[in-house]
Every structure is written in structure tokens, then in C-alpha cells.
Nanobody, 122 residues
């Protein structure tokens, strides 16, 4: 099990940027693929981005490709989501998740953070 704590959400105008952080507990950070998901009001949770355990591979949802960047810092046991050119439709609660396998995937996550709200105003 790994515990996750997100931070960095907030209110931003359309076209602006935010960086989300997710601090992970435990000594096996590099064995987990780390993902970001989001859930907008009235909608199902959706995949946003994932980074492999090694950090060599990433994968993004089409809706954020070219605007969002996922990265990880092994010294800090932290994964980041840099969000640029934000749109009102990016408004959601963003969740960090860990998958007990190092390769990228959009499913199979069994450790979740509590979420952080991102609101993009038009």
C-alpha cells in the first residue's frame, strides 16, 4: 500500500497554468506507475495521464495531450502534473493514483489520493 496526498489545486482563468503535486509514502516509489485522473460534476472519473515507474514512458488522454505534462521526482517521492492552456472544461477534482506495477496503463489503480479541486473560469 502507498498513501498519496495531492496539492496545488485552485482557481485559475482560462489560458492559465497550474501544477499539481502528489506526495507518495513508502520506499517502493519506483515500482509504481503513477497516474492522474479527474472527475467533473455529474460525470464519471476519467483518466488524464500516467508515468511509468522508471519515468521513461508517459501516456495522456487526447483531451490534454500537448497541454499537460506528467513527471516524477524520485528524491521527493512526488509526481507532478503541469497543466498549461487550461480550459473551463478542465474543471474537476483531480486525483493522484498509484498502480502496483511499473508500466503505463489506464486501469488497475488501487491506491488513490483524496483529490484536489481545479476550477478554470472563462
Amino acid at each position: 500500500q502507498v498513501q498519496l496526498l495531492e496539492s496545488g489545486g485552485g482557481l485559475v482563468q482560462a489560458g492559465g497554468s497550474l501544477r499539481l503535486s502528489c506526495a507518495a509514502s513508502g520506499r517502493t516509489f519506483s515500482t509504481y506507475a503513477m497516474g492522474w485522473f479527474r472527475q467533473a460534476p455529474g460525470k464519471e472519473r476519467e483518466f488524464v495521464a500516467v508515468i511509468s515507474g522508471s519515468g521513461d514512458n508517459t501516456y495522456y488522454a487526447n483531451s490534454v495531450k500537448g497541454r499537460f505534462t506528467i513527471s516524477r521526482d524520485y528524491a521527493k517521492n512526488t509526481v507532478y502534473l503541469q497543466m498549461n492552456s487550461l480550459k473551463p472544461e478542465d474543471t474537476a477534482v483531480y486525483y493522484c493514483a498509484a498502480r502496483a506495477a511499473p508500466w503505463v496503463a489506464t486501469f488497475g489503480y488501487d491506491n488513490w489520493g483524496q483529490g484536489t479541486q481545479v476550477t478554470v473560469s472563462s
